[in-house]
């Protein structure tokens, strides 16, 4: 009987979890440490879909590394790392962390638009499958994008939303899929490379590596 394949998350975002979770995507999740600001700087890199990209391959494979010789992954698994980076006004935005950066970037963005790219890195570390790298794993990366088109928000709403502590620790400093979606009048692309992982793109990402989807399906 053949194994059913393993997907492990690495991302500690609730909504990739969740999103993967309600499209019946059975995984685990496994936080890389990554230091974002070191990767991008190390590679010098300022395109958002570039910087989502490289983001998401720094976790999945950090996360692949990790795997090496635990006993419990002697079969292997396959890796997903996902980042999101928010472009508005040709200028990256990551993660803001203080409230006040979030209340300066939501204040500009108030009934205008951006785009939202979301890198997706997918690794196959089971053994003899499909054409290998040198480190003996296959893997795949494709990015996602949305246009966000926010409403014109009020100075007490904004102040209220920063003040919830939602927006600090998400890229662009909103969510589709919490608080946040209050204020988005419209979203023209994946929407859900707006909450941070795309099933579409994850579907590609397994065909290219020779797996469907469905045998993901918990």
Do not use: N
């Amino acid at each position: 009987m053949t194994r059913p394949p393993e997907l492990i998350l690495a991302s500690a975002s609730p909504a990739r979890t969740k999103l993967l979770t309600d499209a019946g995507i059975a995984h685990q999740v496994r936080v890389s440490d990554v230091d974002e600001a070191a990767v991008v700087a190390r590679h010098g890199i300022t395109d958002p879909a570039e910087t989502a990209l490289l983001l998401a391959r720094a976790k999945a494979e950090a996360v692949a590394a990790a795997l090496v010789g635990e006993p419990a992954r002697e079969h292997g698994a396959l890796v997903l790392g996902c980042d999101s980076v928010f472009s508005f006004d040709g200028v990256a935005h990551g993660k803001p962390y203080t409230p006040e950066r979030a209340a300066e970037r939501i204040t500009a963005m108030s009934g205008r638009s951006g785009v939202l790219y979301t890198g997706h890195w997918l690794i196959d570390t089971r053994p003899g499958r499909g054409r290998r790298a040198p480190d003996g794993a296959a893997a795949t990366g494709a990015i996602a994008s949305a246009e966000v088109h926010f409403v014109t928000m009020t100075a007490a709403e904004i102040a209220a939303y920063v003040a919830t502590g939602e927006p600090l620790a998400v890229a662009g400093s909103f969510t589709i899929d919490a608080r946040g979606a209050a204020f988005i009048r419209r979203v023209d692309g994946d929407a859900h490379a707006v909450v941070g992982l795309s099933v579409t793109t994850l579907r590609t990402l397994l065909s290219r590596l020779g797996e469907d989807i469905t045998a993901l399906w918990a």
